[in-house]
């Protein structure tokens, strides 16, 4: 394994503070379904990603494919980029929250 896919594997395990367990319950909410960028009726982006995150973090690292990596990537650069526009106040109800945890991050987790 190259040095810049273990870089990848252990920034997005690093990024994704919530197991595939949290995360399955999570997404069967109204509050995760509930946020998020939609294409008519269909699932949001965040939500499906969830799903995929799931899977990468079931899976075996030798078995992660380009496109895992690819996801994994595109994963982590939306936690850093969404985490930075943290509203002001008490952020457990918000929708900044929802949104971050159906990528698989719980600000709320140290």
């Known amino acids: 394994m190259s040095k810049?896919?273990?870089?990848?594997?252990?920034?997005?395990?690093?990024?994704?503070n919530m197991s595939p367990k949290e995360l399955e319950s999570w997404l069967k909410t109204e509050e995760s379904q509930?946020?998020?960028q939609k294409k008519s009726d269909d699932e949001s982006i965040g939500h499906k990603s969830g799903k995929r995150i799931i899977?990468?973090?079931?899976?075996?690292?030798?078995d992660y494919t380009d496109d895992d990596l690819s996801h994994m990537k595109k994963v982590v650069s939306y936690i850093h980029r969404h985490s930075a526009q943290q509203p002001e106040g008490d952020i457990e109800h918000?929708?900044?929250?929802?949104?971050?945890?159906?990528?698989?991050?719980?600000?709320l987790k140290s």
């Open 34 to 36: 509930s946020v998020g």
């Open 55 to 62: 899977d990468l973090l079931k899976q075996k690292e030798d």
């Open 4 to 16: 810049d896919v273990k870089s990848v594997i252990d920034e997005f395990h690093s990024s994704v």
């Open 94 to 107: 918000t929708r900044w929250r929802y949104s971050l945890m159906n990528w698989g991050h719980d600000p």
